[in-house]
């Protein structure tokens, strides 16, 4: 604390640290971070000729990579040029664009006495900080990523990527620097050292997961938040250790943030666990679920480290598939408005939500869906059986059933339902009383979702990607339910008791999801609407479910949960038409979203007078159509179709006439086998 007072007061006089002049001081001299080892992303941040209205300029992120360098070998070279080539600068765009702070002047100092052992980031076991970065400062930088792969075991675990931890702060405790650890063994590349997209595009979202934790998603830092309305810390900085029961049920004796960032509750289950309550993140909450009673937004169960009160992560179970849950998503990681409101309220960014999508999951479904059981038990009225089933908040997101099939939370892929017989592990962890759904005490979804089932398994030994709606190279060539697979495609609950791709379109004007099939739109203009269809060429009928719109079509909803700016008015009216809209706590805000940051646009069409006639036969439709539709409406494929049959029925007609036919050929051999070439009889054997 000694050292962080001193390096406050150096910072405070010009040496280091967040200035608020903006400037940056180019003074031509050698840069110790300049090697061949550093990679930098981001620019701005020092131009003294920018508008001295606002202090904040986009985030510079460098990112030192030696530590991963000494790691490289024969056996890795082609994980480690991945990670360097493909995500570090992919990763460090992406908060490049999303956060800025106020910029460091001329050098970013780090300071050794935050450091382990006065010398590595985080751990012995990451990187070991260049010694010129202490000394001489690192410039153009405001956050400086130390980049590790060492195959620890104490962080490396079978199901673990990556980990990061921040460890050099300014003087107002905004991270500086931090060191990720990527697990290099979990990175499936191909035979030419490439890799999948969809493996490049995981690495990312984990990399910005990391980026993220780094800068202030972590129960280390809520107790350093600052409140960017009053300039002033969020909880005291004399800090006082307090006894407290953590969301594990265990009594720990720790410093904890003030309850204006961080409070506990107990739901009505039992489960104790713990929310941010800072203003942006309760807001941006409220308007994710319609639930405007909500305190906050709340954080996992389960506590991150053996130490820990709290998780670092959002709640499994009610921001699932958000990137920055415990768990990545196999189908869609999405950073949602909720994760940037909470690094505005640390008081160390503003944020550009222009990057964030809405997340589909539990949008505009209640507060029910917070407050309430996942699964609620039913009897079935053919059989008598009580047994788990989905009540209506929780249609579209969760599932009761291990046989079930379905579609993953953003209507992207065909999943199946994950409900897992935990007594097959050892040791054996069931789960926990108030989270029990199912009559066998060993059954749940995944733990981190507090056990409710959800789609998020693959089936048919298929990976994700090759269930991905958007793929056309996915569409089976036995294509019976006239599916479609591409970029416009969504996934659809049927009753074919499997997940259906379809092209679909959001149309704003109207509020309706338009859903194409056999080159026919259907209209979906409420929720769980059932469509009568026909798929095979029109031999088959079909029931198609119309999924949650709010869920399939969040961006016609309010823009980025109104940016934390303003409440999402779900059930406002315009000319008699449900129209969500922001209002906005500043009264003379009159955006959309509630923020300069936004630009207007989502994946919506603004009418139907755009839509795309799409009529394209699956390889064996014509040939269905042979034998279902009358021959005035078949198509040249199916008149081809036709001819070809006619061919292979004439060619086994005249196959099965053949065998009746005698063979002459036959008789004749007979007639001459008893000679020899020179007229005699032979007395060799038959060839």
């Known amino acids: 604390?000694?050292?962080?007072?001193?390096?406050?007061?150096?910072?405070?006089?010009?040496?280091?640290?967040?200035?608020?002049?903006?400037?940056?001081?180019?003074?031509?001299?050698?840069?110790?971070?300049?090697?061949?080892?550093?990679?930098?992303?981001?620019?701005?941040?020092?131009?003294?000729?920018?508008?001295?209205?606002?202090?904040?300029?986009?985030?510079?992120?460098?990112?030192?990579?030696?530590?991963?360098?000494?790691?490289?070998?024969?056996?890795?070279?082609?994980?480690?040029?991945?990670?360097?080539?493909?995500?570090?600068?992919?990763?460090?765009?992406?908060?490049?664009?999303?956060?800025?702070?106020?910029?460091?002047?001329?050098?970013?100092?780090?300071?050794?006495?935050?450091?382990?052992?006065?010398?590595?980031?985080?751990?012995?076991?990451?990187?070991?900080?260049?010694?010129?970065?202490?000394?001489?400062?690192?410039?153009?930088?405001?956050?400086?990523?130390?980049?590790?792969?060492?195959?620890?075991?104490?962080?490396?675990?079978?199901?673990?990527?990556?980990?990061?931890?921040?460890?050099?702060?300014?003087?107002?405790?905004?991270?500086?620097?931090?060191?990720?650890?990527?697990?290099?063994?979990?990175?499936?590349?191909?035979?030419?050292?490439?890799?999948?997209?969809?493996?490049?595009?995981?690495?990312?979202?984990?990399?910005?997961?990391?980026?993220?934790?780094?800068?202030?998603?972590?129960?280390?830092?809520?107790r350093f938040f600052w409140d960017p309305a009053t300039g002033q810390p969020r909880t005291d900085r004399n800090f006082k250790s307090t006894t407290v029961t953590c969301v594990d049920g265990v009594q720990r004796t720790l410093q904890l943030p003030d309850e204006t960032t961080m409070k506990f509750f107990v739901a009505t289950n039992g489960q104790r666990y713990a929310s941010i309550v800072t203003e942006k993140v309760r807001t941006v909450a409220r308007n994710q679920f319609d639930c405007q009673t909500l305190m906050g937004a709340q954080l996992e169960n389960q506590p991150t480290g053996a130490q820990s009160c709290t998780g670092d992560h959002w709640d499994e179970r009610l921001f699932y598939p958000e990137a920055l849950s415990g768990v990545i998503s196999p189908t869609t990681n999405i950073i949602s408005p909720l994760t940037l409101a909470l690094m505005e309220d640390s008081g160390w960014y503003q944020a550009n939500y222009s990057t964030t999508s809405v997340s589909p999951w539990g949008h505009g479904a209640g507060c029910d869906f917070i407050q309430r059981p996942c699964l609620v038990q039913a009897t079935d009225p053919s059989t008598g059986e009580i047994k788990p089933v989905v009540p209506d908040y929780g249609r579209d997101y969760f599932c009761a059933e291990a046989t079930g099939r379905g579609c993953s939370p953003a209507h992207t892929h065909k999943m199946a339902c994950t409900v897992i017989d935990y007594s097959l592990f050892y040791p054996q962890r069931l789960p926990d009383p108030q989270f029990q759904y199912f009559a066998e005490a060993s059954e749940g979804g995944p733990r981190q979702a507090d056990y409710c089932p959800v789609y998020g398994s693959t089936y048919a030994g298929l990976r994700p990607e090759k269930l991905d709606c958007r793929d056309p190279d996915n569409l089976d060539i036995l294509n019976f339910y006239s599916e479609d697979y591409t970029k416009k495609s969504m996934c659809f609950e049927t009753s074919s008791d499997e997940g259906r791709c379809y092209i679909a379109q959001c149309i704003k004007s109207d509020f309706v999801l338009k859903v194409n099939i056999r080159g026919e739109y259907h209209t979906c203009e409420r929720d769980f609407q059932e469509l009568s269809v026909k798929v095979g060429s029109g031999a088959i009928a079909m029931t198609l479910t119309c999924p949650r719109l709010s869920s399939a079509c969040p961006d016609m909803f309010c823009p980025a949960n109104c940016a934390g700016r303003g409440e999402c008015v779900f059930d406002d009216v315009v000319n008699g038409t449900k129209r969500p809209r922001c209002r906005c706590f500043d009264p003379s805000d009159t955006s959309p979203g509630c923020s300069d940051s936004l630009v207007g646009g989502g994946n919506y069409l603004e009418d139907d007078t755009t839509l795309e006639s799409v009529l394209e036969e699956g390889f064996f439709e014509p040939l269905i159509a042979v034998f279902v539709d009358h021959p005035d409406t078949w198509t040249t494929a199916s008149w081809g179709w036709a001819a070809g049959l006619f061919i292979i029925f004439l060619m086994m007609i005249l196959c099965i006439c053949s065998s009746f036919w005698p063979d002459r050929n036959k008789y004749k051999g007979r007639r001459n086998r008893g000679r020899g070439r020179d007229g005699r009889r032979s007395g060799g054997r038959d060839r």
Not at 37 to 44: A, E
Not at 120 to 126: A, N, R
Request: charge should be negative.
């Open 1 to 222: 604390e000694r050292e962080r007072a001193r390096r406050r007061a150096q910072n405070s006089d010009g040496d280091s640290g967040a200035d608020g002049d903006g400037d940056s001081n180019e003074d031509g001299g050698d840069d110790p971070a300049g090697t061949e080892d550093t990679i930098i992303v981001g620019g701005g941040g020092g131009d003294s000729s920018s508008s001295s209205s606002s202090l904040f300029r986009p985030m510079r992120i460098r990112f030192e990579t030696a530590a991963l360098e000494d790691q490289r070998n024969a056996l890795n070279g082609a994980q480690i040029d991945f990670i360097e080539n493909d995500v570090l600068p992919e990763m460090g765009r992406f908060w490049s664009d999303t956060l800025s702070v106020v910029p460091v002047r001329d050098r970013l100092y780090i300071s050794a006495a935050e450091l382990a052992n006065r010398q590595y980031c985080g751990d012995s076991e990451f990187t070991r900080v260049p010694p010129e970065h202490i000394a001489e400062g690192v410039r153009d930088a405001d956050l400086v990523l130390y980049v590790s792969g060492r195959p620890s075991a104490r962080f490396c675990g079978p199901s673990t990527l990556a980990v990061a931890v921040a460890c050099n702060f300014d003087q107002f405790d905004r991270p500086t620097a931090g060191a990720v650890n990527f697990c290099l063994d979990q990175i499936e590349t191909e035979e030419d050292g490439t890799a999948k997209p969809s493996i490049v595009q995981d690495f990312i979202d984990v990399a910005i997961h990391e980026a993220a934790h780094v800068m202030g998603m972590s129960s280390n830092s809520y």
